[in-house]
């Protein structure tokens, strides 16, 4: 009798998401556990966008506060014309400040995230793998840059629709990509590192909405540093979100900024709060 023929193969929906917890999972080669770094990170990271994919609602009702910033606010200021912006409308000077300030929101919360994968015991299974914290901690945080930029394009689409005279030079959209993911890097991590401290789902939250509206508005988003009080200006010189408000404005709308500073010191941030929450995630485990 012949063979009966074999079943036709079916590619699982869930394939990359196995293949990266597979690779969290691999022992390190001796002597190149090094080179494997990187390839565990974007597997991390590959893991976290899985959930976006199932769920894509999050997208959609984020888009809705930038939206509302820039048809109310940012069209009612440019016709008042009170904000000095060196002759620019006012709706596109703004218009950077609403791409790092919905990049941070989505980022400021990530720590809730970690604190439900400790609660629902996923959390304990990724720290016995040999994948070491800080590729956990990165993953997780390059994972909510890709989120950010996905919103960012959202904003952008948005604001070209409003009028908003954004530049469309390739390079420069992607430095634009590449300043987002550093600044939502540093804000998740700085969430995850208070979700280390505090080890609450509630606390954290509490800590998160009593910080972002004083990052937010403590940042030249909204208006030059030069019409801040003193203090204010000071605090605007130590908060991150001002050099990725910077950094964007001179990208998209041409206005001088100083790019390579604000990416440096973004950069910067960004490693110490990997550091920062690396160091306090075995904390969550225990």
Known sequence: MSEAPAAPRTA????????????????????????????????????????????????????????????????TFTRIRAIPTGGIPYIDYMAPGIIAQSAMFIAIFYGIQIIWERDAGVLNKLLVTPTPRSALITGKAFAAG?????????????????????????????????????????????SMTIAGIVLSRDRLMGIGQAIT???????NALYPVSVM?????????????????????????????????DFGVLLVAAALGIT????LLGRLAR
């Open 12 to 75: 699982s929906a869930d394939a990359p998401r196995a293949a990266g917890i597979d690779l969290l999972l691999r022992p390190p080669r001796p002597r190149a556990g090094w080179r494997l770094l990187p390839a565990r990170v974007g597997a991390m990271c590959a893991v976290e966008l899985q959930k976006l994919r199932h769920d894509r609602t999050e997208l959609y009702t984020r888009a809705v506060q930038p939206a509302l910033w820039l048809l109310i606010f940012g069209q």
């Open 229 to 261: 009080p003193g203090w204010l200006q000071t605090v605007s010189k130590v908060n991150p979100l001002s050099y990725e408000v910077d950094a964007l404005r001179g990208l998209l709308i041409g206005v001088h900024a100083h790019v390579a500073l």
């Open 146 to 190: 890709v989120k950010s930029v996905i919103q960012a394009v959202v904003v952008v689409i948005i604001a070209a629709l409003l009028g908003v005279a954004l530049t469309w030079n390739p390079l420069k959209l992607l430095a634009v990509a590449a300043i987002v993911i550093l600044g939502s890097a540093f804000f998740s991590c700085l």
């Open 213 to 219: 509206m004083p990052l937010f508005f403590g940042s």
């Open 276 to 279: 920062a929450a690396s160091s």
